[in-house]
């Protein structure tokens, strides 16, 4: 059976002034699969989404449903059905679990969708921790709890298409699998994902398809099986002696680490040439 291009992106460019921050990006999202993009700090991961969201201007073509959406607003496209879960969750704060997952839902509430209670049933089992916190307000709740609330809101909107920029920031190792762990079950709602990670171990795991941006630009693509056993990949973003396996007792460097580490040496040896 051949499989539905949901997003089809080509040629995308996308610039802050001079810089460019994605160069020629083409990609690809089949319905009911999880992307996931993975690369290092500064790749022009976040860009990207927020360039396919309508937040950021770009060049190139990008389909979604058979439909060019290049130059819809940011509205339209989640009118369209896409959605993007941004670094910042962008929960509000002094507002109820509950209202804050309401408020996913405010353009099908508009539209006198019957469907609302049903939706914030199927989030609370999903997720049952905002169940038990359902009165508690958005900002006293931990960093993995805020994380699930932002996806349960994200999934109260019905999307079609999830974008998630980075999930599993921030959050402790055991949170990071279950939230990976929770976003690879989502299929079976339907919903497709791309989804941006820095743990590009987990990413890979939980992704049929997988991208390498670097520098702005698609490096490497393939079946994230493949990704993961591929030898660059391994020693760019798996650490040493990689088997692409998820685990939450890997204690080794992620990219970002390898990143910091990389500039605290480079800080280093910056002040030894400076001082006498
Ligand atoms: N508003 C901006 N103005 C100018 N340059 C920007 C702006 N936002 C991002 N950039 C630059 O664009 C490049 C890509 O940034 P982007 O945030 O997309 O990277 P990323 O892959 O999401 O990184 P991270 O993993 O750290 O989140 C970086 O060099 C960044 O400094
Ligand atoms: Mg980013």
Redesign the pocket.
Known sequence: MKKEQLLGVRDLNVR??K?E??YRASLTVERGSIVSVI??????????L?ALMGVLPSLGSVEFCGRDIGRLTVEQRVGQGLCLVP?TRELFAQMSVEDNLQLGAFARYRRGDKGIRQSLDEVFALFPRLEQRRTQIAGSLSGGERQMLALGRALMGRPTLLML??PSLGLAPLIVREILHTIGNLRSTGVSILL?E?NARAALQISDYGYV?EN?EIALEGPSAELANNPRVIESYLGIGGDGAASAEDTRPTA?DQVLRLQTEDLMSFGEALSP
């Open positions: 802050y002034g810089v921050a994605v690369g290092p700090n500064g790749a022009g991961k976040s860009t990207l927020n670094e920029d980075e941006i820095q941006l702005g970002h």
